[in-house]
């Protein structure tokens, strides 16, 4: 096979579908449509999503152990069960993809070594786990903590997408001056390290609770929801809710004063303004102070207990974009500070 000198974009335009899969997840949410298509990988027992509320009542009665927690008798909108139909859509086309950019990493292996097809294999492998946790998610009903971890497999299998890219563009044409830095101090590289991790940590919390009944806990409007919880700022925590909820604000001000350090840390390591570490850390921050606010903005302005789902669907990306510019600095890092540049196996 004939090495396409840009060969390593592939991985970067199966992330970018990865995102948007994650995308529709969030567009699923907000239209209370998680349970439209209560089967796997069909739809009520078809392949399209046109199911009217006649067809839907007499799969019900041939499916009664089917039943989800609306009951049989609920009746889902054709514009619900497409969000849930172009998800499952659009991972059958990453799918193919990530096959075929598989094949091509095994087909160029003499050109740009082993390295990159044994990282693409882990990639295929985390593909093939989120659709299981994704017929997992259907099989309980959307339960929050299956929710959560279909997030988090997600976002793990768009970074590994990230990371076979930049391995496959250093092995195959060395990575260009932009993206070099100056070696950082090894305690840095594991602080951005742990960072990364509890920013994760804090996305699958985040996920729990606006898949569940606890994202009110802390109350709802300005001042008494947020900033405060329950009018205080040190609330009772004798419900689960309440200390979810709460535990998920605190976190968020750690994260802010672990970012704060970071960046100082970072500013001292490395001089150069222009450097695409520093760059990498100001976008993080950037996406995590406007993720504080859409959080607060999400509380505030809910009304009834009812809460906007566009704005919970952009926290729920601008979080995500926290995570995998934040990890995607920790990779470009690793990578260079490794030793390996233009070094293939």
């Not at 742990?194 to 940590?201: E, G, K, M, N, Q």
């Not at 909820?245 to 802010?256: D, E, I, K, P, Q």
Request: aromatic letters at 14%.
């Amino acid at each position: 096979m004939v090495a396409w000198y840009r060969s390593h974009l592939i991985p970067f335009g199966l992330a970018l579908i990865a995102f948007l899969i994650i995308t529709t997840g969030g567009w699923i949410r907000i239209n209370d449509a998680g349970e439209s298509c209560p089967d796997w990988p069909t739809c009520f027992g078809t392949w399209g999503f046109d199911v009217s509320a006649e067809e839907q009542e007499n799969w019900w009665e041939e499916n009664p152990d089917e039943i989800d927690s609306r009951g049989g008798n609920h009746r889902y909108t054709s514009y619900q069960i497409f969000t849930e139909w172009s998800h499952r859509a659009l991972v059958a086309v990453i799918g193919i993809l990530v096959a075929y950019s598989h094949y091509t990493a095994w087909s160029l292996r003499d050109k740009i070594g082993n390295r990159v097809y044994r990282i693409h294999f882990v990639s295929s492998m985390f593909l093939i786990l989120q659709a299981v946790l994704g017929y997992v998610t259907v099989d309980l009903d959307n339960a929050p903590w299956t929710v959560s971890l279909h997030l988090f497999m997600a976002l793990i299998f768009t970074i590994s997408l990230i990371n076979v890219g930049l391995i496959w563009w250093q092995d195959q044409s060395g990575l260009p001056e932009s993206l070099k830095t100056l070696k950082i101090s090894k305690q840095l590289k594991k602080y951005i390290w742990y960072l990364t991790l509890i920013v994760l940590l804090q996305l699958m919390i985040g996920a729990y609770l606006s898949t569940s009944y606890h994202r009110a806990a802390c109350d709802i409007g300005f001042y008494k929801g947020w900033p405060l919880c329950q009018n205080s700022l040190l609330p009772a925590l004798k419900q689960f809710g309440i200390m979810l909820n709460y535990g998920h604000r605190l976190s968020a001000a750690v994260v802010a004063g672990m970012l704060y350090y970071l960046w100082g840390e970072v500013k001292n390591e490395i001089k150069d303004s222009n450097n695409i570490i520093r760059k990498m850390i100001n976008l993080t921050i950037g996406f995590y102070g406007i993720n504080i606010l859409l959080g607060g903005l999400y509380v505030v302005t809910a009304v009834d207990g009812v809460f906007l789902g566009w704005i919970s669907l952009l926290h729920l990306l601008i979080g995500a974009c926290v995570f995998l510019s934040l990890a995607s600095t920790y990779a470009i890092v690793h990578l260079v500070t490794s030793g390996r540049e233009n070094v293939g196996s």
